[in-house]
């Protein structure tokens, strides 16, 4: 039970459209900084929606933290995907109507064992060391919509990682970023990820950031629907 | 609560789309509630125009009849009450007490009433009021006169004015006798009722202007007369210059009146009357007379002489008949068992009808205009309603985003659904509010304006039944309508997956 994403004979599409993936197997160990490498269109975000949950795959078996993912209904794996899985979109990842610090706060306040994690320190307290850590302390009683791009995308990865989930999930975090800020963002992530002992997969279609991983997984090579 | 925190966030995030959607609902709910508000207030102030009067009796007829000419002022009586009659009930055991009323005639539009000291003491308005004397003193004498508040101010009459009645209802009356004016004696207080529209003489008073056809009455074949004269008061015989002139020739025929008449002198004539067969007997009596004034010719036959104000006093007059009376009974529970008696009455056709029942009656053939009223109040609210799904459906496509991360951090399609309808169901809960708020303000500020301006009372009084009832169909359609973007949303969500595309 010591691999954090386990995919046999995965194949998923839209409705009744073309297959879009077709992944005979991809395994990835816990604790695993993974880098998820594929060109636009290649698969990448359905393949992360089907490992946090949202899309149900059409045949095959998906186990995420050893749970099979096919097994649990619609319900339980949104209990499952809020309890073990933190997300970063791309861009825009934040709630507007919410603040930094209730933005940060959100996975903590919806799930019950996120919140039980964080050893009896406070949403609030735990939501500030955080953000501390991601050197946006500074930020939180701010509203979302007056931060850069760079802030934003720091108090994703503070909301990903409150909690501490066993499985990031970070969907091209960092493209809306420039060279030198995707470096530092990425150092951060991988040190706060370090600290939960989590697993991060991290999806991109840029190579240049390949070397700072422990694994790249080049999609179009595992994803037979590709063509 | 946190679905619940974030709805509100929400909603405060889009303040001005969402204060526009609770303004409108708002201003819905208020026409609602305040067309509720007015029907009660019509309502009461309608059912309010008499109280603790247990009966209204009359002579038989329509029962809203009755209530009309009685209470309203309203239309025509067809026949009055003997006085004896009237005494009669009036004497009754189980009576506490009676106002007489002689209806008939009046002044420049205004009905004139004849009653007694009775009125002031015992009628009652609105929940027990009684009523009031503005200014001056309650009409005693012979032709002393009250004025309703609203005749005194919209003919401008002042204490101490001298005003002529005019026979018949209309606002020009057959004969005007200045021969006979009456004095303002008093001004009632403002009673919001018909009793404003009113002038009140003494029921001797009235009498009195019904000499014009005949006389006062000496003896009991003349009180037969009387009231014959009487009982037809909008009768077109009142033409009463072919009267006088008939008089001279009580021979002719009808058409042969006005030729014959101005052959005889110069006056001018007019055809359309018809001479009383009664008058044209009684009038050689006074040949010679009466030829100056035209009112006069009718001065009584057995009296020498025109009657003037200052020749008789009230002790002279005989009052003969009455139209109605109101009746207070001296135990409620008798007053099924005595609307029966006089309905059962053999000497004289009468009938007795209960306010409160003639008055809902009347309410139910009004009800149309209500439930009309009310209609168009509910659609105005359902076009509030709608004003809000069209906001929060159009909110979706923005907010497809917020709904992506929503789901990324766990949130599952019931959780979105849940988050819509919540919005959904405070937009309609604060509308609702301050609907009401806005139409308690409303009533606060207009409530004396409506009254000083229309007489209609509004009261404010907490939320009714129905105002509840009205206020929660508000709050579940908004709870329903929420459906419609939660489940668009809902799907949309699903489609989208945590791919977010703008």
Redesign the interface.
């Known amino acids: 039970m010591s691999l954090a994403i386990d995919l046999r004979r995965l194949r998923f599409r839209y409705g009744g459209g073309p297959w879009v993936l077709d992944i005979p197997e991809l395994t990835l160990e816990r604790g695993t900084r993974a880098f998820l490498f594929g060109p636009s269109g290649s698969g990448k ?2 393949l ?2 089907v490992l ?1 949950g ?2 149900e795959a059409e045949e095959g078996e998906v186990r995420v933290l050893g749970e099979d993912l096919a097994s649990l209904s ?2 339980q794996r ?2 499952f ?3 073990h ?1 933190g ?1 970063v ?2 861009m ?7 603040s930094v610090l ?1 933005n940060i706060a ?2 903590a ?3 019950a064992e996120r919140r039980a994690r964080l050893d009896g320190t406070g949403v609030r307290e735990t939501a500030t060391q955080l953000a501390d850590h991601l050197q946006i302390g500074d930020l939180l009683k701010k509203p979302v919509t007056e931060l850069s791009v760079g802030q934003q995308q720091r108090v994703a990865a503070c ?1 990903a990682l409150i909690g501490s989930p066993e499985l990031i999930v970070a ?1 091209e975090p960092t493209s809306s970023l420039d060279f030198d800020r995707r470096e530092a963002f990425l150092e951060l992530l991988f040190q706060e990820c370090e600290r939960a002992g989590a697993t991060l997969v991290f999806v991109s279609h840029d190579r240049t950031l390949e070397g700072m991983f422990s694994r790249t997984i080049s999609l179009p090579d595992v994803n037979k629907a590709v063509l | 609560m946190l679905i619940f925190d974030l709805a509100l966030k929400s909603l405060r995030n889009r303040a001005f789309s969402t204060s526009l959607t609770v303004g409108s609902i708002a201003l819905s709910v208020a026409l609602l509630m305040g067309v509720e508000n007015v029907r009660v207030g019509m309502r009461e102030s309608f059912s309010n125009t008499i109280s603790q009067t247990d009966l209204i009796v009359g002579t038989k007829g329509g029962t809203i009849q009755l209530l009309l000419y009685s209470v309203f002022g309203m239309g025509a009586p067809t026949e009055n009450v003997s006085w004896e009659a009237y005494r009669e009930w009036a004497d009754h055991p189980a009576v506490e007490w009676t106002i007489p009323y002689g209806l008939g005639d009046s002044h420049r539009g205004f009905r004139v009433i004849g009653t007694n000291e009775d009125f002031y003491r015992h009628y009652r308005y609105r929940g027990g009021q009684q009523i009031a004397l503005a200014e001056g003193r309650a009409n005693e004498g012979l032709f002393d006169v009250t004025l309703g508040a609203d005749v005194a101010a919209e003919l401008n009459y002042a204490l101490g004015d001298e005003i002529a009645v005019t026979h018949g209802l209309g606002e020009v009356g057959f004969i005007n006798h200045d021969h006979m004016p009456f004095t303002v004696t008093g001004v009632l207080a403002k009673t919001f009722t018909p009793v404003d529209r009113a002038i009140y003489v003494t029921l001797e008073g009235m009498e009195a202007i019904h000499w014009e056809d005949g006389a006062p009455p000496a003896s009991d074949d003349e009180h037969d007369h009387e009231a014959e004269a009487q009982a037809a008061p909008s009768d077109d015989g009142h033409a009463h210059e072919d009267e006088a002139e008939a008089a001279h020739d009580d021979d002719h025929a009808h058409d042969d009146e006005a030729e014959a008449a101005h052959d005889e002198d110069g006056h001018d004539h007019d055809d359309d009357g018809d001479a009383h067969a009664d008058e044209a007997e009684a009038a050689p009596a006074d040949d010679g007379h009466a030829h100056d004034d035209e009112a006069e010719a009718q001065a009584a036959p057995a009296d020498d002489g025109h009657v003037h104000a200052e020749d008789i006093s009230i002790e002279d007059v005989e009052v003969t008949q009455v139209t109605s009376f109101f009746v207070g009974t001296t135990n409620r529970r008798d007053v099924l068992q005595l609307q029966r008696e006089i309905n059962d009455f053999e000497d004289e056709p009468m009938m007795a009808v209960i306010p409160g029942v003639a008055l809902n009656e009347m309410w139910q053939g009004l009800a149309y205009a209500e439930t009309g009223l009310r209609l168009v109040a509910i659609f105005v609210v359902l076009v509030g309603l709608l004003g809000m799904l069209v906001s929060l459906y159009t909110s979706l496509n923005e907010r497809r985003r917020e709904m992506a991360i929503l789901r990324a951090v766990g949130a599952g399609p019931n959780r979105i659904i849940t988050l819509l309808v919540l919005e959904s169901l405070c937009l309609a809960s604060a509308g609702a509010l301050a609907g009401l708020t806005l139409v308690y303000a409303l009533l606060a500020v207009a409530q004396p304006l409506v009254e000083a301006q229309a007489g209609l009372f509004i009261p404010i009084r907490p939320p009714g039944s129905v105002e509840l009832l009205f206020l929660g169909a508000v709050v579940l359609a908004g709870f329903l309508m929420g459906f419609v973007p939660a489940l668009k949303a809902y799907r949309t969500a699903l489609h989208d997956g945590l791919a977010v595309r703008v």
Do not use: C, H, K, S
């Not at chain 1, 825009?92 to 919410?98: E, K, V």
């Open positions: 975000t359905t992360l929606g946090a949202v899309l619609g319900a949104d209990a995907r809020a309890e899985i997300y979109f791309q825009f990842n934040l709630i507007p109507y919410l209730d959100l996975p306040r919806m799930n909301r969907d």
